[in-house]
């Protein structure tokens, strides 16, 4: 039986969505954004394909490939290919019966679910002004901060456009952690300029982005998992395929070498760690290595923080990466207002010892 005209377009559509994806596919595993679509393309797809389908003047579909002609095992092939849209779809169609939507609330192009809009609500609350999204390219992922009139903002970089729905969600939420937690007390840190050269203050201002925001990543990671993303996975791809070599950046002394393998051992997974702690052993970076698995060892040492924990334990990080050669002394507590919301700020004194 000829199929309708409308089913030769629903057919084409299908075929064209599903040919050359494999069915582990994360595009059709995932599925959340086409669920709707997909329900009614396979509930037709179901009705006029699978009991009906045979030889005759079906369309032939936009694929090229051989595979994706229609034959007599389409009908199969289809359905093996089909079956991951399925099992989306009944995943789907559960929870959007249950009357959730996806996408409670958008942030730029992100999709936050609930969790991720609730987090959202709430850093608004503390700043009292919505959070503005901006592109940058200096950061590899994203950044967050405060502008001059008190409004939150977080910036991506466009490369975060082409991960999946959970990995830009991840992303968003990450930043939306950072505000918060600079709005609930937890401190940002910064140094007496006058107490060090202007490479050392430069040096120190590094260790904020490579030891100190580690140590927060560790205080809200949990939280992002319990929210059913992955916090780690950017970070992850970056050094999973990474081969440290003497030259390459952020392997370039003693101090960015401790500094990133202690990133790694936080943030990667165990067979990434492991790959990277090889390579810092052929290179012979021990000393390295040894300094960045204790700085590790300090931000693991407990799951919950205080605020003021965390800048104890980014000093004794730093004691340790600088070993003897520097004083590390908190010396004052300092307010920061940003619009409604109060930054505390930390101090720090560095000197060289004599
Ligand atoms: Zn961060």
New binding site residues.
């Given amino acids: 039986m000829p199929l309708d005209a409308l089913s030769s377009t629903l057919y084409n559509k299908v075929n064209s969505r599903l040919c050359g994806i494999k069915p582990s596919d994360p595009t059709i595993t995932v599925g959340i954004r086409y669920a709707m679509w997909e329900h009614a393309v396979m509930r037709q797809f179901n009705r006029e394909v699978t009991a009906e389908f045979a030889p005759g003047p079906f369309p032939q579909p936009r694929c090229a490939t051989p595979q994706c002609r229609p034959s007599r095992t389409l009908t199969l092939r289809m359905f093996a290919l089909a079956m991951p849209v399925f099992v989306s779809l009944v995943l789907c169609s559960s929870s959007l019966s249950a009357g959730e939507d996806p996408c409670e609330r958008t942030l730029g192009e992100v999709c936050l679910r609930p969790g991720a809009a609730d987090l959202l609500k709430d850093v608004e609350g503390l700043y009292g002004k919505p959070v503005k999204m901006a592109e940058t390219t200096r950061a590899a992922v994203g950044d967050s901060g405060v502008y001059s009139d008190g409004t939150p903002y977080i910036e991506l970089n466009p490369v975060i456009y082409g991960r999946s729905d959970a990995r830009r969600e991840a992303v968003i939420v990450?930043?939306l952690f950072?505000l918060k937690m600079k709005a609930s007390g937890y401190p940002i840190v910064k140094f007496q300029r006058e107490a060090v050269s202007p490479d050392d203050f430069q040096f120190l201002l590094e260790t904020v982005r490579l030891v100190f925001?580690p140590i927060?990543?560790h205080l809200f990671a949990s939280k992002i998992r319990e929210m059913g993303l992955d916090p780690d996975a950017e970070v992850e791809d970056h050094f999973r395929a990474i081969e440290p070599r003497p030259e390459a950046v952020g392997f370039t002394n003693y101090y960015q070498r401790a500094m990133t393998v202690m990133r790694v051992l936080l943030e990667c997974s165990a067979p990434t760690a492991l790959r990277i702690q090889r390579c810092y052993q052929s290179n012979g970076w021990s000393s390295a290595l040894d300094a960045g698995k204790q700085m590790a060892a300090l931000a693991t040492s407990r799951e919950e923080y205080s605020p003021d924990d965390e800048v104890v334990i980014y000093m004794k990080c730093l004691r340790r990466l600088l070993e003897n050669q520097a004083d590390i002394r908190l010396v004052a507590w300092e307010d920061e207002r940003h619009g409604q919301a109060v930054y505390r700020v930390a101090v720090l004194r560095v000197t060289h010892r004599a």
Wanted: no cysteine.
């Fill in positions: 990450h930043e950072h925001d927060e990543h």
